[in-house]
């Protein structure tokens, strides 16, 4: 088991020390990795049609991930930086890859790209791209992706994107992980036909339900064997993480992250001891 930390954004309040400190500890307490969540914006929810459902606002701070992750590839030597998930529908493919290559290449290979379509209509909106065809965007952007990534030079016609003989250089020196997050069948087909993992979020029972769908789907895809899962977890005490994380551990599961966010800690320093007592008790 793999385990690592979610950085936690909302209650950072967008503190770039914090950001520094918590990338730190990360590596020097032991932990695997550091996962990002990723918005590009804020929305009020108020008034909306149709309604924006998902748990942040306009009032709830991020970072940049790829941003912050080059800042703090050059503070670390050792941990993974993951983005959990990026919403790459949203985005240029091509300028994706040229960011996710630098970054790869500056941070010496330690670059995991978690994947999805979101739910911020707005963000989407704001962004010049279409909401309704997110899910086709994200499949030919895999693509996109992994042949700029590859290949000397790449042309390629479809329904989102065209490229006609052009490349990236450099390109990274190895194949970037490519994990997917979100909870619908859609998610869970894409993973098992071209991811490398999967990233999930909510109850353990619920949790453990999708895994064996996403199980059903790699071993049906030929895929199964090296496919990651990755739980976010999320509980009120340190005892109650290292118990999921066991349970995770007994459910196949391959790696977790610590959630710190949500639990009433208002200070850099109450993270850090929450994460310090978690690696603890996980030994």
């Known amino acids: 088991m793999r385990v690592g930390v979610v950085y936690p954004q909302i209650e950072l309040r967008g503190d770039p020390e914090s950001l520094r400190r918590i990338g730190i500890a990360t590596e020097q307490l ?12 804020g929305a009020e929810h108020a008034d909306r049609t149709p309604p924006l459902t998902g748990p942040y606002t306009e009032h709830d701070p991020f970072h ?5 992750f080059a800042h703090l590839a050059a503070l670390t030597a050792r941990i993974e930086l993951v983005t959990g998930v990026l919403i790459l529908p949203q985005r240029q493919a091509a300028l994706v890859a040229r960011q996710c290559a630098d970054l790869d290449l500056l941070s010496g290979g330690r ?8 739910w911020n209509y707005v963000e989407y909106d704001s962004l010049g791209t279409d909401f309704a065809t997110r899910g086709a965007r994200l499949d030919e952007q895999v693509d996109v992706l992994r042949r700029l990534w590859t290949e000397p030079l790449v042309s390629f016609s479809g329904r989102h994107h065209r490229i006609e003989r052009a490349n990236i250089l450099p390109r990274p020196n190895r194949p970037i992980p490519l994990w997917f997050g979100g909870w619908s069948e859609p998610a869970f087909r894409r993973a098992a036909r071209v991811g490398d993992g ?8 619920r949790v453990t339900a999708a895994k064996a769908r996403i199980d059903e789907l790699t071993a049906a895809a030929g895929t199964a064997e090296g496919f990651g899962h990755e739980l976010a977890v999320r509980a009120d005490s340190p005892d109650e993480v290292a118990g999921v994380i066991d349970a995770w551990t007994e459910a196949g599961g391959t790696h977790a992250s ?3 966010m949500g639990l009433g800690l208002d200070s850099t320093e109450a993270h850090l001891d929450f994460i310090a007592s978690v690696k603890q008790r996980l030994g």
Not at 64 to 68: Q, V
């Open 30 to 41: 032991g932990f695997d990795h550091l996962l990002m969540y990723d918005h590009v914006l």
């Open 64 to 68: 940049d991930p790829l941003i912050a």
């Open 111 to 118: 670059l995991r790209l978690g994947l999805g379509t979101g």
């Open 198 to 205: 999967f990233i999930y979020a909510g109850s353990l029972n």
């Open 258 to 260: 610590v959630v710190t």
